[in-house]
């Protein structure tokens, strides 16, 4: 049975438990105070709890009235088909609503889940990776 409860506060949150969410999300090794920083310059996030451990989460960057970017959407394995990733969703544009527009960039073969809440592709997103080799043999670049 679960004991779900959601928050946006960072106050006492394990960073070792959502690094763990990604690795088996899988959505790769993620630094736990390298999530603290990126959680804590985020605009908007949400925390999904499972009696009280941090088994889902997801953040807004976003400039208060143009852009919001949802990223690092994630949720352990044992808690998908559930609903809660679609709710982590349902909130994060929620609290997004008031800008102009809201981007994402999913994780290959993903696409669909997201189009449910009214994504759509663009033609003409762009990126620069860190290892574009990497990115591209993961499917998120067409070309290096």
């Given at each position: 049975?679960?004991?779900?409860?959601?928050?946006?506060?960072?106050?006492g949150?394990?960073?070792?438990?959502?690094?763990?969410?990604?690795?088996?999300?899988?959505?790769?090794?993620?630094?736990?105070?390298?999530?603290?920083?990126?959680?804590?310059?985020?605009?908007?996030?949400?925390?999904?709890?499972?009696?009280?451990?941090?088994?889902?989460?997801?953040?807004?960057?976003?400039?208060?009235?143009?852009?919001?970017?949802?990223?690092?959407?994630?949720?352990?394995?044992?808690?998908?088909?559930?609903?809660l990733?679609?709710?982590?969703?349902?909130?994060?544009?929620?609290m997004?609503k008031?800008?102009?527009?809201?981007?994402?960039?999913?994780?290959?073969?993903?696409?669909?889940?997201?189009?449910?809440f009214?994504?759509?592709?663009?033609?003409?997103?762009?990126?620069?990776?860190?290892d574009?080799a990497?990115?591209?043999?993961?499917?998120?670049?067409?070309?290096?």
């Amino acid at each position: 049975m679960l004991t779900i409860t959601w928050t946006e506060d960072l106050t006492g949150l394990d960073w070792d438990d959502l690094a763990e969410v990604y690795r088996l999300a899988p959505l790769g090794e993620r630094d736990p105070h390298k999530l603290e920083q990126t959680f804590s310059n985020s605009m908007f996030k949400c925390f999904v709890l499972d009696d009280g451990r941090v088994v889902g989460a997801g953040r807004v960057l976003a400039d208060g009235a143009d852009c919001a970017y949802l990223c690092d959407i994630a949720l352990l394995p044992s808690h998908q088909g559930r609903g809660l990733g679609g709710e982590i969703i349902r909130r994060l544009v929620d609290m997004s609503k008031f800008h102009d527009k809201i981007i994402l960039y999913a994780a290959p073969g993903k696409e669909p889940l997201y189009e449910k809440f009214g994504f759509r592709p663009m033609a003409t997103a762009m990126a620069i990776f860190e290892d574009p080799a990497k990115a591209y043999s993961d499917g998120y670049l067409t070309r290096v």
